[in-house]
């Protein structure tokens, strides 16, 4: 079975500071996996996807990924924030060991960006 | 390209009463995902459907809670009795095709509130 653990609910940081959101998942086969971005009262939006081949992923709004095998890791990093980033962030995960490519997402972590 | 769209973006109901809810996928997604959100968790899965068959309904509560994607193109989830851990966020959302690469579009949810 698949699963995602987003560690920390809330980050926080200054306006020009690294972002770092963590996310680990479980998976008995190579994965695929996804960061969302959902702003208040709106839907999910892609930030960026990794499913085969490099290793480094780069998505929308300066946003990066790295996938490490043996860290089950897939954290988001962006060099620099915005106020804008303000929002909350999702990790997913699918395989082919699930019916139909169902997703599993993290409980999501809020970051706050500080003037 | 328009996006997801859904309706009514917020409802509040008693409990025992029945809700429904609607959704009218990217036009040309064969894929369509209906979702609960809790307050403070991720996204989990209601109901896949593919076209107007249904692919994956495992975590759907089928005593209380229905769907239906008539024609392959849009949706209504429905609920009937509602209970107080029902309040939550409907996320409608659709894919291009059926696998596990697949970006979902999300639509805005919609926001249920069980008295």
């Known amino acids: 079975a698949q699963s995602v653990t987003q560690l920390g609910s809330h980050v926080s940081v200054s306006e020009g500071a690294l972002v770092l959101l963590r996310c680990n998942y479980s998976?008995?086969?190579?994965?695929?996996l996804f960061w969302y971005v959902q702003y208040p009262n709106q839907g999910l939006q892609l930030l960026l996807k990794?499913?085969?081949?490099?290793?480094l992923v780069k998505g929308i709004n300066g946003f990066e990924a790295e996938f490490k095998k043996s860290e089950t890791s897939f954290h988001l990093t962006k060099p620099s924030a915005h106020m804008s980033d303000a929002a909350e962030y999702f990790c997913a995960v699918s395989d082919l060991s699930t019916n139909a490519g169902k997703s599993t997402f993290g409980d999501g972590t809020t970051l706050t960006v500080k003037p | 390209e328009a996006g997801v769209a859904q309706s009514p973006r917020y409802k509040i109901i008693e409990k025992r009463q029945s809700v429904a809810f609607w959704c009218n996928p990217i036009?040309?997604?064969?894929?369509l995902y209906w979702y609960q959100q809790i307050l403070g968790q991720g996204p989990k899965l209601l109901i896949q459907?593919?076209?107007?068959?249904?692919?994956?309904d495992s975590q759907l509560p089928k005593d209380r809670f229905s769907a239906e994607r008539l024609k392959g193109v849009d949706s209504t989830l429905k609920i009937q009795p509602a209970k107080l851990e029902d309040s939550a966020v409907y996320l409608c959302?659709?894919?291009?095709?059926?696998?596990?690469?697949?970006?979902?579009?999300f639509g805005p949810g919609t926001r249920l509130l069980v008295l």
């Open positions: 036009s040309g997604h064969a894929t």
């Open positions: 959302a659709s894919s291009l095709g059926e696998g596990y690469q697949e970006t979902q579009y």
């Open positions: 998976s008995s086969v190579p994965p695929y």
């Open positions: 990794y499913t085969t081949g490099a290793t």
């Open positions: 459907f593919q076209n107007n068959g249904v692919v994956d």
